[in-house]
């Protein structure tokens, strides 16, 4: 049998490729959990992307007659200690969220896989150095590692990116890797070698597409936590600038008044955790109908 054979994943026409993406989501949505949790991140999407339609007020437009001001028909969410509407800084606040996550997601799952695929598959000094480099990343709480991170880049959209993915791509890393070893050793990857298929090829063709799904899982699941690590940077102040409204800033503003004005705190942290929790539900739902050593699968 050839290697081409033994593998179903690889070369998959387009079309069948869209089928197995469309079956993936039907399965998904197949549970409550799964389309509750996808309708929610989709309102989030929604908004973000329609923030400037949605808000009834520049996110950094002032109004100090109106500071503090509880939530009520002109302000639904109330107004902060400068007069800034709740509402339309949350809705923005998403875009940040949403952006710095799936960024952030996207560098670090696609350097990661490629060094672990790399090095599970090659081996030799190249898997020495980088495993050692990992493990040496790993010493660091990653919290602080990025708080170090930021004192040396500075405060910043783009910074901020950079200085999460300088240590998120270890997990992806570590995945891939394990995933490389164990593909190594099957039949379909032997038959290659066997055939004297070319490495490139045999890495790119044969396994990669085996490890995609893992990968998918997991970097769903590190959306949401690149999001919580976000907000707690810019809570502390080394993360987006202020002047761009996001959920951990606009909590840090509300600290000092949660007594007498908690919608300013309480509203932009229960957004973050009604949509981290919706993505990381959707991860679970993901990795059951992904993961073919569960047993339960629908």
């Known amino acids: 049998m050839s290697a081409e054979r033994a593998s179903p994943l690889t070369s998959v026409p387009l079309v069948r490729a869209a ?7 039907r399965r998904v ?45 002109h302000h639904w969410f109330g107004t902060d200690a400068l007069g800034r509407d709740i509402f339309s800084r949350t809705l923005y606040g998403a875009r940040v969220s949403l952006l710095v996550g799936i960024l952030t997601v996207s560098v670090t799952s696609l350097f990661g896989t490629l060094l672990g695929a790399f090095g599970g598959f090659l081996r030799g000094p190249f898997d020495t150095v980088t495993a050692r480099l990992t493990e040496l990343l790993q010493a660091f709480p990653y919290l602080i ?29 570590r995945l891939a890797r394990g995933e490389a070893l164990a593909q190594s050793a ?42 919580v690590l976000e907000a707690s940077l810019s809570f502390l102040g080394v993360g987006i600038p202020p002047s761009i409204p996001a959920w ?24 973050l955790l009604v949509l981290v929790l919706a993505i990381n539900l959707l991860g679970e739902r993901l990795q059951e109908v992904l993961d073919p050593h569960r047993k339960v699968v629908s």
């Open 248 to 271: 951990g800033s606009m909590v840090a503003d509300g600290r000092n008044v949660l007594f007498i004005a908690w919608w300013v705190s309480t509203i932009p942290g229960i957004a």
């Open 186 to 227: 099957t039949e379909y990857v032997e038959a290659a070698r066997a055939l004297g298929q070319r490495k490139a090829r045999t890495l790119f063709r044969e396994m990669l597409p085996n490890i995609v799904p893992s990968i998918l899982v997991l970097g769903t699941l590190r959306v949401g936590y690149f999001m």
């Open 145 to 173: 590692f990025a708080i170090g991170m930021m004192a040396f880049l500075g405060p910043g959209f783009w910074n901020l990116i950079w200085a999460l993915s300088l240590k998120g791509w270890v997990e992806f890393y």
């Open 29 to 73: 949505l197949r549970r409550p959990v799964g389309w509750i949790a996808s309708l929610t991140v989709a309102a989030y999407i929604a908004m973000a992307v329609f923030a400037p339609l949605l808000a009834p007020y520049a996110p950094a437009a002032t109004d100090l007659a109106a500071r503090l001001t509880p939530p009520s028909v």
């Open 19 to 25: 089928r197995a993406l469309a079956a993936t989501v």
